[in-house]
């Protein structure tokens, strides 16, 4: 089954520690983001990237770090720079072909909860 | 200005009614549309796109795109206790989705 997994289902921070959340796509998409969603609200984008080694800065990247080394894989790690991270933290895909104004459709993970202890 | 505006609700709708979820957008540029469901817990699962102004047809769904107006509006027929869920509008920004805040939508028997 082609699709998004993420993991794990639940993550718990001690204070002072980098935490890292895994998503992998076997969906054959170029493009893949990362969502944080607090309670209530809609989807505020972190992170996101269109090409293997690159990615750039979403609206509230501060406190977040990734990687895209394969792609297939892109993993967001929370650091302790991240002062308020208990939310819930969404993974997802697309294909690279939109010009113009024009996005194509991203599919989403189950997603990660994370909580500070 | 937010880029995407949805009424966060929640829209209390009898089951068998007609839900109707508004969405307005501010780049005069977009030119896709997306509607996703949410249930409480779980990730956004895609309902709808639509590119094109008129309306777009799927099932129980429609989607309406006035890109004068810069508002795209889901409607939800025969409602059902299912659709219960929150209902995620997105919408492009550059190269990337930007979406709205949602509409909780409460299917009450």
């Known amino acids: 089954d082609g699709g998004i997994t993420q993991s794990p289902k639940y993550l718990f921070r001690k204070e002072g520690q980098n935490v890292t959340l895994s998503c992998e796509q076997n969906l054959n998409h170029d493009a893949m983001y990362w969502y944080r969603q607090d309670p209530g609200q809609g989807l505020r984008l972190i992170y996101y990237s269109q090409i293997v080694n690159d990615f750039q800065k979403g609206d509230i990247a501060e406190g977040y770090s990734v990687s895209r080394e394969k792609k297939e894989s892109f993993p967001l790690t929370v650091t302790s720079a991240q002062k308020n991270p208990t939310a819930f933290y969404l993974c997802?895909?697309?294909?690279?072909?939109?010009?113009?104004?024009?996005?194509?459709?991203?599919?989403f993970g189950p997603g990660t909860r994370l909580l500070v202890l | 200005q937010k880029e995407v505006e949805q009424n966060s609700g929640p829209l209390s709708v009898p089951e068998g009614a007609i839900a109707s979820l508004n969405c307005t957008y501010s780049d005069r540029g977009s030119q896709s549309f997306f509607w996703y469901r949410q249930y409480s817990g779980k990730s956004p699962e895609l309902i709808m796109f639509i590119y094109s102004n008129g309306d777009k047809e799927d099932g129980r769904f429609t989607a309406q795109l006035n890109k004068a107006s810069q508002y795209v509006s889901l409607l939800i027929r025969d409602s059902q206790p299912s659709d219960s869920a929150t209902y995620l509008c997105?919408?492009?920004?550059?190269?990337?989705?930007?979406f709205g805040g949602g509409t909780r939508v409460l299917v009450k028997p």
């Open positions: 997802a895909s697309s294909i690279v072909d939109g010009a113009g104004g024009y996005q194509e459709t991203q599919y």
């Open positions: 997105a919408a492009p920004a550059g190269n990337k989705l930007t």
